[in-house]
Nanobody
Framework: QVQLVESGGGLVQAGGSLRLSCAAS????????MGWFRQAPGKEREFVAY????????DYADSVKGRFTISRDNAKNTVYLQMNSLKPEDTAVYYC???????????????????WGQGTQVTVSS
């Protein structure tokens, strides 16, 4: 089992920044690739960003590319999501997730992940 706890969410004005953190415990963190997803009210959960176990490979949804940066610190068992130039449409609950699969075809979908955090709310005001 891997336990994931997100933090860093909050209320920010459009154009502002936030950094989300996801602390992992349980099994060896560096064995898992990590992802961030988000779910806005009335919408399905969607992929935001991915980082490989080593941090050497990343992927982003088109809607956040150039504004968000995913990173990880395996010594601290933590993955981060730096969010800049935030927009009201970024408002959502943000979830981190861990995956053991190496199938690239599933890194952008929920079923490609084995463990999930409880989420942290991000609200961007206009």
């Amino acid at each position: 089992q891997v336990q994931l706890v997100e933090s860093g969410g909050g209320l920010v004005q459009a154009g502002g920044s936030l950094r989300l953190s996801c602390a992992a415990s349980g099994r060896t963190f560096s064995n898992y690739a990590m992802g961030w997803f988000r779910q806005a009210p009335g919408k399905e959960r969607e992929f935001v960003a991915y980082i490989s176990w080593s941090g050497g490979s990343t992927d982003y949804a088109d809607s956040v590319k150039g504004r968000f940066t995913i990173s990880r610190d395996n010594a601290k068992n933590t993955v981060y999501l730096q969010m800049n130039s935030l927009k009201p449409e970024d408002t959502a609950v943000y979830y981190c997730a861990a995956r053991s699969s190496v199938r690239a075809s599933t890194l952008r979908i929920e079923r490609g992940y084995d463990y999930w955090g409880q989420g942290t709310q991000v609200t961007v005001s206009s």
